[in-house]
């Protein structure tokens, strides 16, 4: 048999449980030749169930930065979330010091391995990435709003979004997800986790987060989909930026075309809708939360092209890179 049902809560929230010896014949004993990639939970492997289903396995590893906290969270968060831009976890494996995740196999992996890429995303068109960046904003629009819990995901970023097929996008990895109530509009942590340069200011310095701490990550992997820049690099030889800033000042000199990719600019896309979604970019990237748009309010933006938007105010810049600076006496800026 290998596996057995394990009852969570709530209807459709049956997971498998796996045996340790039939997740180590999927990956043939964990093989390198089969392992895809690597996060802050451990490697993840590509399987072959007996069946001769793909899977996508997720070993915790020893030295992680994310134990069985995270492990819990995810098994009990995800079973419970059903939707087509969510990755779907089809069970777990628990024996003895192994902790061990199976998601469905998404063949196109990560985002990032398409958007950092100076070939491969190439094949991202901008219909393409529109398709892409709708995906990901109903995906958070359901997490937010419309799922039986309110879920904020805490690390929305390139790398958690997956890719089937179709190239369809879905939002992986909940480990460090938190449910918060449908009438609370905020919640407090003195641990803070997740991913610098994604975090929104008031996160990252005083450990508060809500829906807005999901917008303005939304807001900066959408900036890295339009341009297909890492937001954690420098821009501007002069002035060191980061990516965030370097729109910021390409917006307020009237030169946000210059921030998308050149690749697009032969597309069919006209520059005013191009230039609309680095717009609604800003408004999520704004520095205080309550500026900030909800996420059904993105959504709106960026399907009705003929509302008007509100004027950006002043985006927060790198918390990451401030922090660096204060600790170094001088900034080496690389292009």
Not at 120 to 136: A, C, H, Q, Y
Request: charged fraction near 25%.
């Amino acid at each position: 048999m290998g596996r057995k049902e394990f009852k969570g809560e709530g209807k459709g929230s049956d997971l498998q449980l796996f045996s340790f010896s039939n997740i180590a014949a999927a990956t043939d004993n964990f093989s390198p030749a089969n392992k895809l990639g690597e996060g802050g939970f451990g490697p993840v492997y590509k399987g072959n169930l007996l069946e001769g289903q793909e899977v996508a396995v997720k070993r915790l590893s020893r030295n992680s930065g994310q134990g069985l906290e995270e492990f819990k969270n995810e098994v009990l968060l995800i079973s419970k979330l059903q939707h087509m831009n969510l990755v779907k976890l089809l069970g777990c494996c628990i024996q003895v010091e192994e902790k061990i995740l199976i998601y469905e196999y998404l063949p196109n992996k990560s985002l990032d391995s398409f958007l950092f890429d100076p070939t491969r995303k190439k094949l991202l068109d901008w219909g393409r990435r529109v398709r892409i960046v709708e995906g990901i904003a109903q995906g958070l629009l359901y997490l937010h709003k419309y799922s039986r819990l309110r879920v904020i995901h805490r690390d929305l970023k390139a790398s958690n979004i997956l890719l089937d097929s179709e190239m369809n996008p879905k939002i992986s990895d909940f480990g460090l997800a938190r449910i918060c109530g449908q009438n609370e509009s905020e919640a407090n942590t003195k641990r803070v986790v997740g991913t610098y340069g994604y975090m929104s200011p008031e996160y990252a310095m005083k450990g508060i987060f809500s829906v807005k701490s999901d917008v303005f990550s939304f807001g900066v992997l959408l900036l890295e989909i339009l341009s297909s820049k890492k937001n954690t690099s420098i821009y501007n030889s002069d002035r060191c930026l980061n990516l965030i800033e370097y729109a910021w000042a390409l917006w307020n000199d009237g030169r946000g075309m210059e921030l998308i990719d050149s690749t697009l600019h032969d597309s069919t896309s006209p520059n005013n809708e191009l230039l609309r979604y680095v717009h609604v970019t800003l408004l999520c990237v704004q520095q205080n939360a309550t500026d900030r748009p909800t996420i059904v309010e993105v959504v709106s933006m960026l399907g009705n092209g003929t509302q008007t938007l509100p004027p950006p105010k002043q985006p927060a810049f790198s918390i990451a890179r401030k922090r660096l600076i204060q600790l170094q006496t001088m900034v080496k800026c690389v292009h």
